[in-house]
């Protein structure tokens, strides 16, 4: 069965960098893109970006160009997401998505706590 | 970016009664080149990720339970669930996949009346 596990809870401080990772089971991770999905306290669902996990190529949401990076690691069926430059503003709940047929989100991860405090 | 409101941002339902999500996107989500409509429904519970009820405006995923059935065109979209039962209690968000970013609606909580 698909399974969507990922990395455990992280702080950091203002100003770091946070590299969380998503590890996919139960189906041929080069067939399916990944999605990166954040949510803050109190906030809807923000799209941060995604990769295609065949070819490696990516597309960012704007807001978080040049902060964030998405790559993957096919041998071990395994995408990442870092965000660099965080401020308090990024403590969220981070979700990595699997893509259903380029048409929604079909299984999640189970989320990444991510508290950003100095 | 497509905006999408949801309306109204809390419902409270008898056991057993209908409820009733409305969506509005600011542009159309009718893809014209294939005639889908890139629309999806979200379900979270607390402390769970996002669960994918409908996606393409109208077509259950796989194992959803068939009280919930999601309809519209174009800008306006509503979700239903015809019968409330005690474990639908959550936020349900709409999500517009028709070009990036991928934007999310509000969400609106739904609880027993």
Redesign the interface.
């Known amino acids: 069965q698909v399974q969507i596990v990922q990395s455990g809870a992280e702080v950091r401080k203002p100003g770091a960098s946070v590299k969380v990772s998503c590890k996919a089971s139960g189906y041929n991770f080069r067939n399916y893109a990944i999605n990166w999905v954040r949510q803050a306290p109190g906030q809807r669902l923000e799209w941060m970006g995604w990769i295609n996990t065949g070819k490696g190529n990516t597309k960012y949401s704007q807001k978080f160009q040049g902060r964030v990076t998405i790559s993957r690691d096919t041998s071990a069926s395994t995408a990442y997401l870092e965000l660099s430059s965080l401020t308090l503003e990024d403590t969220a709940e981070y979700y990595c998505a699997r893509d259903l047929l380029d048409a929604a989100f079909d299984y999640w991860g189970q989320g990444t706590q991510v508290t950003v405090s100095s | 970016d497509i905006m999408m409101t949801q309306s109204p941002d809390s419902l409270a339902v008898s056991l057993g009664e209908r409820a009733t999500i409305n969506c509005k996107s600011s542009q159309s989500l009718l893809y014209s080149s294939n005639n ?1 409509t ?1 629309l ?1 429904w ?1 379900q979270q519970k607390p402390g769970q ?4 009820l409908i ?2 405006a109208s077509t259950r ?1 796989s194992g959803v339970p068939d009280r919930f059935s999601a309809s519209g065109s174009g800008t306006d979209f509503t979700l239903t669930i015809s019968s409330l039962q005690a474990e639908d209690v959550a936020v349900y ?1 709409c ?1 517009q ?1 028709y070009n ?8 609106t909580k739904v609880e027993i009346k």
Request: charged share 15%; net charge positive.
């Open positions: 889908k890139y999806n979200y990720p996002p669960k994918l996606y393409w995923q968000y999500q996949y990036t970013p991928r934007t999310f609606g509000q969400g």
